[in-house]
């Protein structure tokens, strides 16, 4: 059996971006997931019955330490011979592509799920275009993962259009629709996660799910959101995900916002973010860019319509009108109205809800991906 090795920096990354992936992959080629050390490592290897082998990445620019990860990422492929090396992650696809170009691995595959340099300025900008080259010069075939990604990789002439790829319609995982489904949450877990919370039936309540930070517009959502609930008496902000600090802080101002509106209900991480959706009435997500947002894969997998930000990803899963609304990125007056016109026009927001899950169903089942990406890797020789 041949054997296909899948990176990402990270180990939560290999345990959740491609969860189930890898144990639909081990059917046909023999899988080793490879990431950094961790319990989450460890339950890939549990729950995905995958080979996993430990490699220490960090996610900033440390010379030294991506030299030292380079040398054992080059070993590991030098013993074990895979067939493919298929990155995921910015760091992991660098190193990843290097050490496979360097070990002579005949298929080198990195996915693009979002370019964080779009957002950089002056020197770093520079340099983190010219990282990008690199990767892809390294790279045997780049799988952007939406439509809009492709385009912008080409637009700024990182690789060539023939060197690129987007798997089915996009998405890097495709989503599990049998798992995200509001039937699954019961009337009582809903009730008593409402009471906890303090919503009341006539709240309107908004959710945002991912990592509470600058790039996915927490600034804008918090200021449009704080703006709302002084004219709206029945509406909730949910905060679902993990702050980042030490990577891409929010506002003080957002912060303090946080801490003192009452109305905004910050949660932290969640295991299952299932209950939270499904006692919400709208996503918002104003992301500022993304490769392919599973969080609005899911929510409109669990019937919520989405107000989202005009980038690659958001405006293919959402049709401005039809199962949520497209606002301009970076735009707090345009969040905070498409906000208000979800409050103020409940049956068209209903509409929308008839358009979420048949969507979702249509493009992006989990297994319609998974094989798109199996007859590439069965095209390969």
Same mark, same amino acid.
């Given at each position: 059996?041949?054997?296909?090795?899948? @990176?990402?920096?990270?180990?939560?990354?290999?345990?959740?971006?491609?969860?189930?992936?890898?144990?639909?992959?081990?059917? &046909?080629?023999?899988?080793?997931?490879?990431?950094?050390?961790?319990?989450?490592?460890?339950?890939?290897?549990?729950?995905?019955?995958?080979?996993?082998?430990?490699?220490?990445?960090?996610?900033? @620019?440390?010379?030294?330490?991506?030299?030292?990860?380079?040398?054992?990422?080059?070993?590991?492929?030098?013993?074990?011979?895979?067939? @493919?090396?298929?990155?995921?992650?910015?760091?992991? %696809?660098?190193?990843?592509?290097?050490?496979?170009?360097?070990?002579?691995?005949?298929? *080198?595959?990195?996915?693009?799920?979002?370019?964080?340099?779009?957002?950089?300025? %002056?020197?770093?900008?520079?340099?983190?275009?010219?990282?990008?080259?690199?990767?892809?010069?390294?790279?045997? +075939?780049?799988?952007?993962?939406?439509?809009?990604?492709?385009?912008?990789?080409?637009?700024?002439?990182?690789?060539?259009?023939?060197?690129?790829?987007?798997?089915?319609?996009?998405?890097?995982?495709?989503?599990?629709?049998?798992?995200?489904?509001?039937?699954?949450?019961?009337?009582?877990?809903?009730?008593?996660?409402?009471?906890?919370? %303090?919503?009341?039936?006539?709240?309107?309540?908004?959710?945002?799910?991912?990592?509470?930070?600058?790039? +996915?517009?927490?600034?804008?959502? /918090?200021?449009?959101?704080?703006?709302?609930? +002084?004219?709206?008496?029945?509406?909730?902000?949910?905060?679902?995900?993990?702050?980042?600090?030490?990577?891409?802080?929010?506002?003080?101002?957002?912060?303090?916002?946080?801490?003192?509106?009452? *109305?905004?209900?910050?949660? %932290?991480?969640?295991?299952? @973010? *299932?209950? &939270?959706?499904?006692?919400?009435?709208?996503?918002?997500?104003?992301?500022?860019?993304?490769?392919?947002?599973?969080? /609005?894969?899911?929510?409109?997998?669990?019937?919520?319509?989405?107000?989202?930000?005009?980038i690659n990803g958001c405006n293919e899963v959402i049709e401005d009108q039809v199962n949520g609304l497209i606002i301009p990125v970076k735009n707090e007056?345009?969040?905070?109205?498409?906000?208000?016109?979800?409050?103020?026009?409940?049956?068209?927001?209903?509409?929308?809800?008839?358009?979420?899950?048949?969507?979702?169903?249509?493009?992006?089942?989990?297994?319609? /991906?998974?094989?798109?990406?199996?007859?590439? &890797?069965?095209?390969?020789?």
């Amino acid at each position: 059996m041949q054997k296909l090795i899948r @990176i990402t920096t990270v180990p939560s990354s290999l345990r959740t971006l491609l969860r189930g992936q890898s144990r639909f992959m081990s059917k &046909y080629y023999q899988v080793i997931g490879v990431s950094g050390d961790g319990d989450a490592l460890r339950e890939v290897h549990q729950n995905e019955g995958i080979q996993t082998h430990v490699v220490e990445m960090t996610r900033t @620019i440390t010379p030294l330490k991506d030299l030292k990860a380079t040398y054992q990422l080059y070993k590991f492929f030098k013993t074990e011979k895979p067939f @493919i090396v298929h990155t995921h992650t910015p760091k992991a %696809g660098t190193l990843g592509m290097l050490a496979a170009r360097l070990a002579k691995v005949p298929h *080198r595959l990195h996915t693009i799920a979002g370019l964080p340099l779009l957002e950089a300025r %002056g020197n770093k900008r520079k340099l983190l275009d010219a990282v990008e080259k690199f990767t892809y010069s390294c790279a045997t +075939k780049i799988l952007p993962n939406s439509f809009g990604l492709e385009s912008i990789i080409i637009n700024n002439k990182y690789t060539t259009a023939d060197k690129l790829l987007v798997i089915g319609n996009g998405s890097s995982n495709g989503i599990d629709t049998k798992h995200y489904d509001t039937s699954l949450v019961s009337e009582a877990t809903k009730t008593e996660l409402k009471q906890s919370l %303090g919503i009341s039936e006539n709240d309107v309540v908004f959710i945002f799910i991912g990592r509470i930070v600058k790039d +996915k517009g927490v600034n804008e959502l /918090v200021n449009a959101f704080n703006s709302l609930s +002084k004219k709206q008496l029945h509406c909730k902000l949910i905060l679902v995900g993990p702050s980042e600090n030490h990577l891409d802080p929010l506002l003080p101002e957002t912060e303090a916002i946080i801490k003192d509106n009452n *109305r905004i209900l910050a949660v %932290g991480l969640q295991k299952d @973010i *299932r209950p &939270y959706v499904a006692v919400s009435h709208v996503l918002t997500f104003p992301s500022y860019r993304e490769g392919f947002p599973n969080v /609005v894969l899911q929510c409109s997998c669990m019937n919520l319509p989405c107000i989202v930000s005009n980038i690659n990803g958001c405006n293919e899963v959402i049709e401005d009108q039809v199962n949520g609304l497209i606002i301009p990125v970076k735009n707090e007056k345009a969040l905070e109205e498409a906000m208000q016109f979800m409050i103020d026009h409940p049956e068209k927001r209903k509409a929308m809800i008839q358009h979420s899950r048949p969507r979702i169903l249509e493009r992006y089942e989990q297994e319609y /991906v998974w094989n798109e990406l199996l007859n590439y &890797y069965k095209s390969l020789n």
